[in-house]
């Protein structure tokens, strides 16, 4: 009898516990989200302010500030330097209670955070660090990548142009994570289609002198030169692989990531030709015009939105959505991801789509060409699109990933 009782005490106890720590993380309408990346060199334009902008965008277009809901956006430097970004976000974490991460372009800066939000139990929506082993090998549930990764821009650019007849390869490729996997996985595609890689030279994230790399690759007579960098180094590789007649001398330069920011800085006289990869374009339709007129008159330098901005916004209104979904913030960033994967996604830049059980977001990405000036219509009109890449094709097959994450 008194067995039964103290079972029954216990079990009501229990049940009583778990009704108040329901409660009380139902009632938690607090959240606090901290965008991490380049402020101020060369990934400033594709990330920088504009992307806390975009954040704070999906914070007010989200709903929840008129439910009663407070939402804090903070921001900071990461340098691009791996231990300068975990100091960053292991201090918001610790102290400032910062519940998710944003952003991280640069993916040696982006591995380290997202090994550091596993250990914290935080969350980080990936949208800058493209290294396809954020949701490959290094994945982990507390990471999300949202808007592109180095599978997508291989898969798209690198079989577009080896197809097309460039079936001998030289990279250009930046020395550290992002540009190693980049040229890994373009590698990859182009030998499955019957191309050849000549060669490539490591060159060091922000160098102002390309001079002896653009030397070995013009000596290779590859076809394409892969140019396996981002922002700063894209532009200026290309603006001195024109001064070396690089094109001129019958190589074309494969621009793996390129971005509006990127164009808009060397021009189209400059840029037309250029083949590259996105998942969004500012003018692909109306929902993307609409908002992205709405992000260029809060923009400082009234520029269109990134590739990377955009996806900042979209997932960060998902983060949000999961929230609300909960019933409240439970600050328990595996949580959080996991209804972030249950629920569908649905955003006025990327349209409807899963968030797979590695962490990839499911969306199309486009095959774009760089307009010739003639054919420009007026400012930031730079695209026109050549191929579109199905939602299945850009995201590598579950059936090949690697993250301990899914099942097979």
Request: include cysteine; charge should be neutral; hydrophobic fraction near 40%.
């Amino acid at each position: 009898m008194t067995t039964t009782f103290a079972r029954r005490s216990a079990a009501l106890m229990a049940c009583a516990a778990f009704g108040f720590a329901t409660s009380a993380y139902a009632q938690d309408k607090t959240a606090t989200i901290g965008v991490l990346n380049d402020m101020s060199s060369l990934y400033a334009d594709i990330g920088g302010p504009n992307a806390v902008m975009a954040v704070k965008m999906a914070v007010d277009d989200s709903g929840l500030l008129a439910k009663g809901w407070k939402i804090e956006v903070l921001s900071g430097d990461h340098q691009n330097k791996p231990d300068v970004g975990v100091n960053i976000a292991r201090q918001w974490i610790d102290t400032q209670k910062v519940d998710a991460i944003a952003d991280t372009p640069n993916s040696g800066v982006a591995l380290a955070v997202s090994n550091l939000v596993k250990e914290k139990n935080s969350v980080l929506l990936n949208n800058g660090g493209a290294s396809a082993d954020l949701t490959g090998k290094a994945c982990n549930a507390n990471t999300i990548s949202y808007s592109y990764d180095t599978y997508m821009l291989a898969t798209g650019t690198g079989k577009a142009l080896t197809k097309a007849g460039g079936d001998t390869w030289f990279f250009l490729t930046a020395d550290y994570a992002f540009g190693a996997a980049l040229e890994r996985d373009t590698s990859a595609v182009v030998t499955a289609n019957g191309g050849k890689v000549l060669g490539g030279v490591k060159h060091p994230l922000n160098t102002s002198d390309f001079s002896s790399f653009l030397l070995q690759a013009q000596n290779s007579k590859a076809k394409i030169v892969g140019l396996a960098n981002a922002g700063g180094d894209t532009t200026n590789s290309i603006k001195q692989a024109a001064e070396f007649g690089i094109v001129e001398g019958g190589q074309k330069l494969a621009a793996l990531l390129l971005f509006i920011n990127d164009v808009h800085s060397l021009g189209l006289k400059t840029a037309h030709g250029l083949t590259f990869t996105e998942s969004f374009y500012w003018d692909l339709n109306e929902n993307t015009r609409a908002w992205s007129k709405r992000f260029q008159e809060k923009a400082a330098n009234k520029a269109m939105p990134s590739m990377t901005q955009a996806g900042n916004y979209a997932a960060v209104l998902h983060y949000l959505k999961a929230l609300e979904a909960l019933g409240g913030n439970p600050h328990d960033g595996a949580k959080v991801v996991a209804k972030m994967k249950e629920i569908p996604t649905d955003d006025p830049l990327f349209g409807k789509g899963p968030l797979r059980e590695d962490g990839r977001r499911i969306i199309p990405a486009y095959l774009f060409e760089v307009k010739k000036p003639e054919e420009s219509k007026g400012p930031w009109d730079y695209y026109k699109l050549v191929a579109t890449i199905s939602a299945e094709d850009a995201a590598k097959p579950l059936k090949d990933s690697e993250c301990p994450l899914v099942k097979k």
